[in-house]
């Protein structure tokens, strides 16, 4: 089976522009979640989806946006682009969801390759 | 609020020498506690975990005990190999709240 897909893989942007990221989970799963990894640095969560609802927001900025799909593909959109906004974006689907009091502590996400995001 | 504080890298060692990358956390309650591994180019791929206190996850060789009195989960592996270089991340999910992960730790392992 496929594991999660996300596309584009690298991404050239100026700033003050609109970003668009993509990401098919697994098959089956249907709870997806996005993080920025800036260079050197652990994943930050930025989002979770499950069942097109948003059911958590990590801190940052209303620059970004995200939605999910009925057949649980996501998109992460970033507005005004700022330089800090360069990272590697990570998508993770999870076959559970729901709001997060409701999973266990040990439940497990599956990364993507992530789409490199390059702002100049 | 809930943190990660991993060994600063990179680790350089020689093939089949013994692993040791230091792990702790900040965190109130009974989080589960990860590790994560990234290869060039890859994204997180989960190589263990461990859900409660004297927990040992294992896998591939690796090993980690979640030790509550020292707030560490930190990994080991007896003989590393070349193929064993990447980026490990450790990193913890409380009750409610998602997952926060530590800066990473470059391991990189010569022949």
């Not at chain 1, 700033?15 to 930050?44: A, N």
């Not at chain 2, 560490?72 to 990447?86: I, M, P, T, W, Y």
């Amino acid at each position: 089976d496929a594991g999660v897909t996300q596309s584009p893989t690298h991404l050239i942007k100026t700033r003050g522009q609109h970003v668009t990221l993509r990401c098919s989970p697994i098959s089956g799963h249907k709870s997806v979640s996005w993080y920025q990894q800036v260079l050197g640095q652990g994943p930050q969560f930025i989002f979770q989806y499950y069942e097109k609802e948003e059911r958590g927001r990590g801190n940052f900025p209303d620059r970004f946006s995200a939605r999910q799909f009925p057949n649980y593909s996501s998109e992460l959109n970033v507005n005004a682009l700022l330089l800090g906004d360069s990272a590697l974006y990570l998508c993770a689907s999870s076959l559970r969801g729901g709001g997060l009091a409701g999973l266990p502590t040990s439940y497990e996400q599956y990364f993507g390759p992530g789409t490199r995001l390059t702002v100049t | 609020g809930n943190s990660v504080t991993q060994m600063e890298g990179p680790v350089t060692l020689s093939e089949e020498a013994f692993l040791t990358i230091n792990c702790t956390y900040t965190a109130t309650g009974y989080p589960s506690l990860f590790w994560y591994v990234q290869y060039p180019g890859e994204g997180l791929q989960l190589l263990l975990k461990a859900t409660k206190a004297d927990d040992k996850g294992s896998n591939k060789g690796f090993e980690a005990t979640y030790r509550k009195e020292t707030t560490s989960f930190h990994l080991e592996k007896g003989s590393v190999q070349v193929s064993d270089s990447a980026v490990y991340f450790c990193a913890l999910r409380n009750y409610g709240q998602n997952f926060v992960f530590g800066p990473g730790t470059r391991l990189s392992v010569l022949p």
